[in-house]
C-alpha cells in the first residue's frame, strides 16, 4: 500500500522540473490516503537563450505539500480530504508569490469520465516586486470544478473531449483581505483523421473581477490571467500578451479568451520511431476589462503602429515530437502573426514535455 515516485520535466512556464512523492494508501489498516510531494522547477536557459553562458539554477517553482484523504465518506461515493501547502511561484518575472495554506475539498466522481469537486481554502499570501499591489494578504476561498473526460490517452490523446469549468469565490461572507471571484471554461476537442494522424483544437475563455472593499485595489495579480508562451500563443515569449506595468512588466489581466487548433501527424518513414511533426495557429490575449475589447482586436493582420499588447495576437509554426510512454517531447517553432512596434523578434523556440493540450 506504501508508494514512491519520483520524476522530471520541461517546459517553457516552470523549466526543468523535478518532484518526489511518498505515500501510503491504507493508514493503520482503515483504508485513508497520506501523501507528501514536493516539487522544483528552475530555467536553465531563460528567455530562450540556448547558451551555457545563461545556465541558471535559481527557483522557478517550489511547492510542498501534504494530504489526508478519507475515501467513501460516511458509506458514499464522495471522497475527502484534507492537506496543506508552501508555494513560491516566480514564473511571471519578475513577480514572486509565496502562498502557504491550508485546504479541506470534497470530491465526487459520478462516472469514469465525469467528476464534480469542492474546496476551501485559507490562505497567506504574500508579494514580492510588485508594484502597486498589497504586500500580504489573508485569503479565505471557495472553489468549484466541473470535469468531463472522454479522451483515450490522457497523455496523447487521439480521439474524445476534454471540458471543463472553474469556479471561485474568495472574501465576502467566507472573510480575509481579497475579495474577488473568477470563471475559467474550457473545451478541448481531438479527432482521428486517419494514418496516425490527429486534429486537435482548445478554446479557454475566463472572467475575474474584484468587489467590496477590493474593488479599488482589484483582482491580486497572482489571480489575473497571462497569456503568451509555450503552452498558450506560441511565437510569443511568455507572459508577455495583455496588459503590462509602468515598466513593462506582466500586469495580466481580468478577462481573456485563447484559441488553438494543431494538426498533429507522423513523419514518413520515422513514424516507426515515434518521431512526429505538427502545424498550428494560435490565438489569444488579456484585457483589463470586457469594454476594452473591440471587434478591430481580432484582426490578423494590421499596421504595426497600431498593435497593442492588447490586441488578440496570433501565432502559427509547425514543431517536432518525439513521443514517448509519458507523452511527446515538444520542440515548436512559432512565428508571430501581428507584432507591436516594441516586439522585435521574428520567431520563439518553445520547448516542452507533453502536449500543449
Not at 18 to 23: A, D, I, K, L, Q
Not at 126 to 155: C, G, I, M, N, P
Not at 312 to 337: E, Q, S
Request: net charge positive; charged share 25%.
Amino acid at each position: 500500500m506504501g508508494y514512491i515516485e519520483t520524476g522530471v520535466g520541461a517546459g517553457n512556464i516552470y523549466g526543468n522540473r523535478v518532484f518526489g512523492e511518498w505515500g501510503q494508501r491504507n493508514i493503520f489498516g482503515t483504508g485513508n490516503v497520506f501523501s507528501l510531494k514536493s516539487s522544483y522547477a528552475f530555467q536553465l536557459f531563460p528567455n530562450n537563450e540556448f547558451s551555457t553562458k545563461n545556465i541558471d539554477f535559481r527557483s522557478k517553482y517550489m511547492r510542498n505539500e501534504g494530504e489526508l484523504g478519507f475515501p467513501h465518506v460516511l458509506g458514499t461515493w464522495n471522497t475527502f480530504s484534507l492537506g496543506a501547502f508552501y508555494e513560491r511561484d516566480a514564473t511571471v518575472e519578475p513577480i514572486i508569490i509565496k502562498d502557504l495554506g491550508l485546504t479541506a475539498r470534497i470530491a465526487r466522481r459520478f462516472s469514469r469520465q465525469t467528476s464534480l469537486l469542492f474546496g476551501y481554502s485559507i490562505e497567506r499570501i504574500q508579494r514580492l516586486e510588485v508594484e502597486e499591489e498589497k504586500s500580504r494578504s489573508r485569503r479565505r476561498a471557495f472553489d468549484a470544478t466541473f470535469a468531463r473526460d472522454t479522451r483515450d490517452f490522457y497523455f496523447n490523446p487521439q480521439r474524445g473531449t476534454y471540458v471543463t469549468g472553474e469556479g471561485r469565490f474568495t472574501g465576502g461572507f467566507l472573510g480575509g483581505e481579497d475579495n474577488y471571484y473568477s470563471l475559467v471554461g474550457s473545451v478541448r476537442r481531438y479527432a482521428l483523421l486517419g494514418r496516425g494522424s490527429v486534429f486537435a483544437w482548445r478554446v479557454r475563455a475566463g472572467y475575474a473581477d474584484a468587489f467590496g472593499s477590493s474593488s479599488g485595489a482589484g483582482v491580486p495579480i497572482e489571480s489575473r490571467f497571462f497569456v503568451g508562451g509555450g503552452n498558450s500563443v506560441r511565437g510569443y515569449p511568455e507572459n508577455s500578451l495583455g496588459p503590462l506595468g509602468s515598466n513593462l512588466e506582466p500586469q495580466g489581466g481580468r478577462v481573456t479568451l485563447l484559441t488553438n487548433a494543431e494538426l498533429r501527424f507522423p513523419i514518413p518513414y520515422l513514424g516507426r520511431y515515434n518521431f512526429g511533426a505538427a502545424v498550428f495557429l494560435d490565438g489569444g490575449t488579456a484585457w483589463n476589462s470586457v469594454a476594452e475589447i473591440r471587434l478591430s482586436d481580432f484582426r490578423m493582420k494590421t499596421d504595426r503602429a497600431d498593435v497593442t499588447r492588447e490586441d488578440y495576437m496570433y501565432g502559427a509554426g509547425i514543431g517536432f515530437r518525439y513521443y514517448t510512454p509519458v507523452g511527446p517531447l515538444r520542440f515548436d517553432i512559432g512565428f508571430p502573426l501581428k507584432r507591436a512596434e516594441d516586439m522585435d523578434f521574428k520567431y520563439r523556440i518553445h520547448i516542452s514535455l507533453g502536449q500543449i493540450f
